[in-house]
């Protein structure tokens, strides 16, 4: 069973930034993959981008290429989503997920965490 805790969001104006945290307890696999998502009010979750925790290979949805950067710090089991020049359609709640395929679709994720909520004001 895998356990994931997300921290960091919160409020910025347009062009801000904000690191997103997913701390990792229970056991890992070499071959899993982590990935972010988010959804926003009244639409369905989307990948935002995930990260080969074996490997150390990540890919991005095309919204947010340039932009965000998924990294791992393995020593403390967390995922970072460092999220640059946001856009107010940015806001979202986000989420961490874990499964065995990186992709960008939540279906194949088997273990998600709460949630942290962002929010991009113009």
């Known amino acids: 069973q895998v356990q994931l805790v997300e921290s960091g969001g919160g409020s910025v104006q347009t062009g801000g930034s904000l690191r997103l945290s997913c701390a990792a307890s229970g056991y890992t696999y070499s071959s899993m993959c982590m990935g972010w998502f988010r959804q926003a009010p009244g639409k369905e979750r989307e990948g935002v981008a995930w990260?080969?925790?074996?490997?150390?290979?990540?890919g991005y949805a095309d919204s947010v290429k340039g932009r965000f950067t998924i990294s791992q710090d393995n020593s403390k089991n967390t995922v970072y989503l460092q999220m640059d020049m946001l856009k107010p359609e940015d806001t979202a709640m986000y989420y961490c997920a874990a499964g065995p395929l990186c992709v960008l679709q939540p279906r194949f994720y088997n273990y998600w965490g709460q949630g942290t909520q962002v929010t991009v004001s113009s």
């Open positions: 990260f080969a925790i074996g490997g150390g290979t990540g």
